[in-house]
């Protein structure tokens, strides 16, 4: 159980596009997602905490219009990347609080992300 | 601010040996702690948590972490290590108000044959 699906894994996109990273909970209701980016041999770091229904939490030092969080259902949180640069290519996960038995903290299975 | 310290960036140990993966936190009040693996270019799989109650908590795949108050610290042992646990692994902290999770920089486990 707690499950959440991260799609896609693997996109390859060109300088001043934009590319849309989805999250789904598919057996839970995340009212709270969480987002971050993971740096080659580097740890994870929180860019943005989404809320279902309301404005994303961004970390500081996070552009928010670059990096633009939906959050419209309770088991879908998006992450756009807009106007990529090759500087955005990076590893990004989304992960959710899973509330029932202190169940803790359940994470997609990331997305590589290369701006070319 | 929370804050998580993995001392060790990188240990290699042969296959069969015991293993300790150090994790330190600064917290300032009873926090919850976990520890995650990520093999390359995947997700993190929750190894254990510590929420309260006994401090010396059982994971998934022969993994265990003792908590250990008086010296912050929440380190993951395994008595006996296979191949397959060479990856990544990550010890973390739950922080107040967002809820998010404070990760530590990392230790990559090689495992010699």
């Known amino acids: 159980g707690a499950v959440v699906s991260q799609h896609p894994s693997r996109v390859i996109c060109k300088s001043g596009t934009s590319v849309k990273i989805e999250c789904r909970s598919l057996?839970?209701?995340?009212?709270?997602m969480f987002w971050y980016r993971q740096f080659p041999k580097k740890s994870l770091m929180l860019m943005a905490t989404?809320?279902?229904?309301?404005?994303?939490?961004?970390e500081q030092g996070v552009e928010k219009d670059k990096f633009l969080i939906n959050h419209a259902s309770l088991t879908l949180s998006t992450l756009t990347v807009t106007s990529a640069h090759p500087e955005d290519s990076s590893f990004y996960i989304c992960?959710?609080?899973?509330?029932?038995?202190?169940?803790?903290?359940?994470f997609g299975s990331g997305t590589r992300l290369t701006v070319v | 601010a929370q804050s998580v310290t993995q001392p060790d960036i990188h240990i290699t140990v042969s296959e069969g040996a015991s293993l300790e993966l150090r994790c330190n936190y600064s917290?300032?009040?009873?926090?919850?702690l976990f520890w995650y693996v990520q093999s390359p270019g995947q997700g993190l799989q929750l190894l254990l948590k510590?929420?309260?109650?006994?401090?010396l908590v059982q994971g998934i795949k022969g993994f265990e972490a003792e908590f250990k108050r008086s010296q912050s610290s929440f380190n993951l042992r395994k008595p006996s290590v296979h191949w397959s646990d060479a990856a990544e692994y990550f010890c973390?902290?739950?922080?107040?108000?967002?809820?998010?999770?404070?990760f530590g920089s990392g230790t990559r486990l090689q495992v010699q044959p």
């Open positions: 992960s959710a609080r899973v509330q029932a038995l202190n169940y803790g903290y359940t």
């Open positions: 057996d839970f209701q995340a009212t709270t």
């Open positions: 989404s809320n279902e229904g309301s404005k994303a939490t961004y």
């Open positions: 917290y300032g009040a009873t926090p919850y």
């Open positions: 510590y929420f309260s109650g006994d401090t």
């Open positions: 973390a902290v739950e922080g107040t108000g967002r809820r998010a999770l404070t």
